[in-house]
């Protein structure tokens, strides 16, 4: 049997590639500079709310689920065969909507639970947030074009949209399996 148990798992390798480095420490602080000044506008309970707290439970891991499948099932089907030319485009369609729009519920939770990381996983936490927000962007872009009539772009672009989703999904898993980023949360707000 083959021993891949070195010094850091590959997974850990290619985080500490990607996040470790100075420069995203200035983005991160100013990013979180402006979050906290956002929040502070907001009515009381809502930050509680984004991070789960009524549910015992972080919300962005749930939520994250509608996004991720609706862009599957539109990938799935602009790309399987149908019975018929473009039988396929309308659940496409439909099923890329949702997704993009369940994704800013998504977005929303991810950041409220980012603004209070540090270290590596602030870092690798600012990655992964901007990847699935390009996700989003290139959503959106293949929703218009598709709804312009330019099918073959918007394929390319949701395409494009779940590359860059499933490596900013990638870095997820490292901010929960690597550095615990919402394991506990709230049952320890509760107790603490």
């Given at each position: 049997m083959l021993n891949l148990n070195r010094?850091?798992?590959?997974?850990?390798?290619?985080?500490?590639?990607?996040?470790?480095?100075?420069?995203?420490?200035?983005?991160?602080?100013?990013?979180?500079t402006l979050l906290r000044g956002a929040e502070a506008t907001l009515p009381d309970g809502v930050m509680d709310a984004l991070h789960g707290e009524?549910?015992?439970?972080?919300?962005?891991?749930i939520l994250v689920h509608l996004p991720l499948g609706g862009w599957v099932i539109a990938a799935a089907l602009d790309h399987l065969p149908a019975q018929a030319p473009g039988a396929?485009?309308?659940?496409?369609?439909r099923a890329l909507l949702l997704?993009?729009?369940?994704?800013?519920?998504t977005i929303a939770t991810g950041w409220a639970d980012w603004s209070n990381t540090r270290g590596e996983a602030r870092r690798t936490g600012l990655i992964h947030g901007a990847l699935n927000e390009a996700a989003?962007?290139?959503?959106?872009?293949?929703?218009?074009?598709?709804?312009?009539?330019?099918?073959?772009l918007g394929k390319a672009l949701s395409g494009a949209?779940?590359?860059?989703?499933?490596?900013?999904?990638?870095l997820g898993g490292e901010l929960v399996?690597?550095?615990?980023l919402g394991v506990g949360r709230?049952?320890?707000?509760?107790q603490g």
């Open positions: 010094s850091r798992p590959p997974a850990h390798l290619i985080e500490d590639a990607v996040s470790d480095h100075d420069a995203l420490e200035g983005v991160a602080d100013t990013l979180q009524w549910l015992g439970h972080p919300l962005h891991p396929n485009d309308a659940a496409a369609d997704g993009t729009l369940g994704a800013v519920g989003f962007v290139l959503n959106v872009g293949s929703l218009l074009a598709r709804r312009r009539g330019r099918r073959g949209a779940l590359g860059v989703a499933v490596a900013g999904g990638f399996y690597r550095h615990g709230t049952l320890a707000h509760r």
